[in-house]
């Protein structure tokens, strides 16, 4: 792009971008091609109001993670994709953000459409009002509101869609959720967090695809945990609370107890994604939980690099834990990388061959994606055969 391209043309050029690495439908295309994204990021440079990444617009004092963001655009348009809004539709939007994402929505929902968004803090619903407003986008409903109560005055919903990771499905958004309506949201399992777009069938989120993504999380859920597994807090086990994770008993086999490597057969190229293999153990194993470790904590040798050091998939087992690694081969150019296991413990041995057995279902089918059934606690019994993860509100079903 020149350095004078207007904000037609980048916009322009960031939509045709996306679409080299992903479909929109031409809907969220046109709408993405229309909005202009810099009304919403008052005193960014047009060049970084138009890069495909994620811009804090409210720090958070008291955590590493921000109160407040504008997502990354593709991530917005992949989510847009999966939430597939009809012309006339009634949306609620859970988290406000810059008030980017509703404006996308209202331009969707068309004029005899609704849309709602709602945040919890009140300096981002402010933010989001005044940006709306100053884009033309008056009719969109902006409201100061905790996200796990929604807003029951404007339902049901034809679609829902959340811009903040959520542990669980609130209990609240059952019954604002239209049947036959879609849900979107980040949902975090097992230490990842996966878009999932849900259909309410009856008492049942049924899903219709998931894609990988990375979201700031809800305020008010706490189900998932963090261990160390040092004095340092070097080395972190990020986890549900339905698992038990004993630090004291895994930092003592990280120390006395040397590791050891296993490598599978499965071979990925430079750019292939491999996070599949995480996503493919959380549908038959309770162990899966994620690693992250500093890069001090590689440096200095305390363990064998995981495959990547802020967010790895481990299976962790009492004593014994076993993690993803990558190590660079020469045997075949396209593919350079090779995927296996590392491990630590009295059962290293056995935890890393269920790890590798892991790599090798996935590799078996790289692209396949579990379907995901969700019921209430209170129903009777989980939808559909799978393996099952309970939650406080919901239960989770996986299965391939």
């Not at 962790?316 to 045997?331: C, T």
């Not at 406080?392 to 299965?399: I, K, N, Q, Y």
Request: net charge negative; charged share 25%.
């Amino acid at each position: 792009m020149s350095p004078t391209a207007t904000s037609e043309e980048l916009r322009n050029h960031l939509v045709d971008t996306i679409l080299q690495g992903q479909p929109l439908t031409p809907a969220v295309e046109q709408a993405m091609r229309t909005v202009p994204r810099e009304t919403f990021l008052p005193g960014i440079d047009l060049d970084e109001a138009y890069a495909d990444q994620a811009v804090i617009i409210k720090d958070n004092p008291d955590g590493p993670l921000a109160l407040s963001c504008a997502s990354v655009p593709s991530v917005v348009g992949m989510m847009l994709t999966q939430l597939d809004v009809q012309p006339g539709d009634n949306i609620l939007e859970i988290g406000a953000g810059t008030g980017y994402n509703a404006a996308l929505l209202d331009e969707l929902a068309g004029g005899d459409g609704n849309v709602t968004s709602i945040d919890i803090d009140s300096d981002v619903a402010l933010h989001a009002r005044t940006m709306l407003d100053r884009a033309g986008h008056q009719r969109v409903h902006v409201m100061e509101r905790d996200g796990l109560i929604g807003a029951p005055e404007n339902a049901p919903y034809d679609r829902m869609i959340a811009a903040v990771g959520l542990w669980d499905v609130p209990a609240a958004w059952w019954e604002q959720l239209r049947e036959g309506g879609r849900l979107v949201l980040p949902l975090r399992w097992r230490g990842q967090t996966r878009s999932v777009a849900l259909t309410r069938r009856g008492d049942t989120l049924v899903s219709e695809g998931m894609e990988l993504c990375g979201f700031v999380p809800i305020i008010g859920q706490d189900g998932e945990k963090t261990t160390a597994l040092n004095a340092e807090a070097r080395i972190l086990v990020i986890h549900d609370e339905d698992q038990a994770v004993d630090a004291a008993a895994l930092g003592t086999s990280l120390t006395t107890t040397p590791g050891i490597e296993v490598m599978s057969e499965q071979r990925i190229g430079g750019e292939e994604s491999f996070d599949g293999v995480w996503l493919r153990a959380t549908a038959t194993d309770d162990r899966v939980c994620r690693l992250q470790v500093t890069p001090e904590a590689v440096a200095d040798e305390l363990v064998l690099r995981p495959a990547v050091p802020v967010r790895t998939p481990v299976l962790v087992d009492g004593d014994s834990l076993a993690y993803l690694i990558v190590r660079r081969e020469g045997v075949d150019p396209q593919r350079p990388h090779r995927l296996g296991a590392a491990a630590y413990g009295p059962h290293a041995e056995k935890l890393a061959q269920d790890l590798i057995a892991h790599i090798e279902d996935w590799g078996a089918a790289r692209t396949a994606v579990p379907r995901m059934t969700i019921t209430p606690v209170k129903a009777d019994a989980a939808a559909g055969s799978g393996h099952v993860i309970s939650k406080r509100e919901t239960r989770l079903t996986l299965s391939y």
